[in-house]
């Protein structure tokens, strides 16, 4: 499992970090298709800085192509930040199919927290909008983005978030067949936001997109979190947040037994209190399966550890896998403090 820390001379991954909202910036570093997979995490970064400036990055979520080691970026990201006399921060690592050039081998995103209120009414936090259809010979992503992001725009406009507003999408596919149409359709509804674009699986049971974002909100919720779930699903269809801080985690891993994955919740449930919050806290719970099966044992087990009457927004569907091979589910997830 990918638990407390990664060990290294300077300093040590965290297993969650604190921010405020209300200062909250989300970046996408470039794809880059030149230098090892340690130098990309490098110059991936060295981007990120130099349009954060000073801002403190509070997590780096890593997505890493299938043929490239995942197991070092950690490592690299803690390099790199120690290099920099930075803190080190949050890292999650989760490997997909491909990225938009097949010469990248990571891509990574980024929770900033600026020096200065951008989000004075708070961000609300979308989940996934999946729109899928049976495998086809001749796969393609844009018909179904065009329905995800459809249903995205819905999603926003419910909360009266305009698409100006948005901060980040990113959007999981299952083929990159037709990358160009996809990502010009992200750009045209979403003008201000960072974008991220993968293929989650060399080979999926099913041809899939879904897309997830992150927006400034035009009016404050009720309350610190106010989970958006008119129909009382298994998941919120998003979480507007405007509390004075929250709790990101890295991510904790397991192997395909229940135990494996109960083992996995109260390890996160540990480091939750350690930062000081707990699992009763979470408004958002990122789930990274390896394959349908583990996606409906994450769905069968989630509850005994989750708040049924309080299901948080959700991010869920099989990817390639997680840091390490040998593990068939990652979470990670964002949480109030007590």
């Known amino acids: ?35 090892s997979l340690t130098e990309q995490v490098q110059a991936s970064l060295d981007q990120l800085w130099d349009s954060s ?14 043929s490239a080691d995942a197991t070092k970026v950690p490592g690299a990201v803690a390099e790199a930040f120690t290099k920099k006399k930075r803190k080190v921060p949050v890292v999650s690592v ?38 899928s259809a049976p495998k086809d010979p ?25 698409p100006g507003a948005v901060l980040r999408v990113t959007c999981f596919a299952s083929t990159l067949v037709d990358q160009a149409q996809v990502r010009g359709m992200m ?35 009720n309350g610190p979190v106010q989970l958006v779930n008119p129909t009382n699903a298994a998941f919120a269809q998003a979480a507007m947040v405007n509390a004075p801080e929250v709790i990101f985690t890295t991510t904790f891993t ?18 939750l209190t350690t930062g000081g919050a707990s699992l009763e806290t979470i408004f958002y719970a990122y789930a990274y399966p390896v394959n349908a099966a583990m996606v409906q044992k994450y769905r069968d087990l989630r509850f005994e550890f989750l708040k049924r009457d309080r299901a948080p927004a959700s991010t869920n569907l099989a990817f390639e896998g997680v840091m390490s091979p040998t593990d068939t589910l990652g979470m990670d997830v964002i949480a109030l403090p007590k």
């Open 187 to 221: 750009e045209t509804q979403y003008p201000n936001a960072a974008l991220n674009l993968m293929q989650i699986q060399k080979d999926a049971d099913n041809q899939e997109v879904e897309c997830e974002a992150v927006a400034r909100l035009s009016r404050a919720p």
């Open 53 to 66: 400036g000073t801002s403190r990055i509070v997590k780096v979520r890593a997505f890493v192509a299938s």
């Open 138 to 162: 001749k796969p393609a992503a844009a018909p179904l983005a065009e329905k995800s992001l459809a249903n995205l725009k819905t999603a926003l406009a419910g909360m009266q978030v305009d």
């Open 254 to 271: 397991a192997a395909s037994t229940d135990d494996s994955v109960r083992a996995a919740f109260r390890s996160m449930g540990d480091a």
């Open 94 to 131: 989760i490997r997909v199919g491909a990225l938009e050039n097949p010469s990248a081998q990571v891509v990574l995103e980024t929770v900033v927290e600026s020096e200065t209120i951008h989000n004075p009414n708070g961000i609300v936090f979308v989940s996934g909008q999946l729109t």
């Open 1 to 35: 499992m990918f638990l407390s820390s990664v060990l290294l001379t300077a300093q040590t991954i965290p297993t969650s970090g604190r921010a405020m909202p209300t200062q909250l910036e989300f970046g996408v570093g470039p794809v880059l298709s030149k230098g």
